[in-house]
């Protein structure tokens, strides 16, 4: 079983970056497919980024070109670099693995990180 926590929220205006992590312990990231959600006030929970455990990368249409999941085993440690950030992207921003070995989509997650975008 993996553990993960998200940092790096924050309040930024819009066209700014910011640069979330989710830090596993337990096992290693590259045991997963790990994934980025977030989860806007009234909004149903969205899928934004994922990255393989062969490093393939796939974005949510809303982000594609502005945000880049990647993965630093090193430090058991994922990343989401969000540029061009816009208001609408405010949310709750949420870390997932997805055991290999269990069905059903992902399986562990984050406690979330806030971030909002300012106009």
């Known amino acids: 079983q993996v553990q993960l926590v998200e940092s790096g929220g924050g309040l930024v205006q819009a066209g700014g970056s910011l640069r979330l992590s989710c830090v596993a312990s337990g096992r290693t990231v590259s045991d997963y497919a790990m994934g980025w959600f977030r989860q806007a006030p009234g909004k149903e929970r969205e899928w934004v980024a994922r990255i393989g455990r062969t490093m393939i990368t796939t974005y949510a249409e809303a982000v594609k070109g502005r945000f880049t999941i990647s993965r630093d085993s090193t430090k058991n440690t994922v990343y989401l670099q969000m540029n061009s950030l816009k208001p609408e992207d405010t949310a709750v921003y949420y870390c997932?693995?997805?055991?290999?070995?269990?069905?059903?989509?992902?399986?562990?997650w984050g406690q979330g990180t806030q971030v909002t975008v300012s106009s």
């Open positions: 997932a693995a997805d055991d290999p070995y269990r069905t059903g989509g992902y399986d562990y």
